[in-house]
């Protein structure tokens, strides 16, 4: 690893965690929580595997990540972010807030994945009727599944599919961020393609209101 060679925390903090990959690796690890080495290639696609076991090496020697056995039946290492290393869950934030006007930019091409609606999820949404019952939204976007769970005032996401949620959510990326921020409301998100079934009540409780969407104006909906 090259050291920019100067005396300033930023520099010092780009010395470890300014090479290509590595913050992404901790986006991985903060959306998944402690992760084999195959999770984290799929999280990471366009990753060669020996760049990504560098990366954990070097990640592991500056303190940031440690690896663990995981107990039978599973039997396999697993790589964790160590305090340090969740320390760095605000710098992930601050890029993903700092990105959303980039967003505009989507490619047919680009990859997704579920876990990487953990960051959308958090900005947004948030629960505006917490004295209701707990409820869920299944979200499916392009090939991948993902569900939202909303109680009592708490919305959080967790990877897989949900037969029993109130809502399903169906539609490309771009389309779901869009209503996911505001840009869109849900009737006009439908009329340009996305389709909700199920409990639309579950869904507005959700969504941002009128006037309070955060960084909205910066998701298109196309």
Not at 23 to 49: F, H, K, M, N, Q
Request: a neutral charge.
């Amino acid at each position: 690893m090259r050291s920019y060679g100067q005396y300033c925390s930023v520099a010092k903090a780009l010395d470890v965690v300014g090479d290509r990959w590595t913050l992404l690796i901790v986006r991985e690890l903060l959306a998944r929580g402690p992760s084999r080495y195959t999770d984290l290639r799929s999280g990471l696609p366009g990753i060669a595997t020996n760049l990504l076991a560098d990366r954990l090496r070097e990640m592991e020697s500056a303190g940031l990540v440690n690896r663990e056995d995981a107990p039978p039946p599973v039997a396999t290492t697993l790589f964790r972010l160590t305090d340090r290393g969740a320390d760095l869950a605000s710098v992930i934030d601050a890029l993903g807030r700092w990105g959303v006007p980039l967003m505009r930019d989507h490619r047919p091409e680009d990859a997704f994945r579920g876990q990487w609606l953990r960051l959308p999820v958090r900005m947004f949404l948030a629960d505006h009727e917490p004295d209701q019952r707990a409820s869920s939204i299944q979200i499916r976007a392009g090939d991948e599944t993902a569900v939202i769970d909303v109680d009592a005032g708490r919305v959080s996401l967790r990877l897989g599919a949900d037969p029993a949620a109130d809502a399903t959510i169906t539609g490309p990326p771009p389309r779901i961020l869009a209503l996911f921020s505001g840009s869109v409301p849900l009737d006009d998100a439908e009329k340009q393609g996305l389709r909700v079934a199920g409990s639309r009540e579950a869904v507005q409780r959700v969504l941002p209101r009128a006037g309070r969407a955060a960084g909205a104006d910066g998701i298109a909906s196309a």
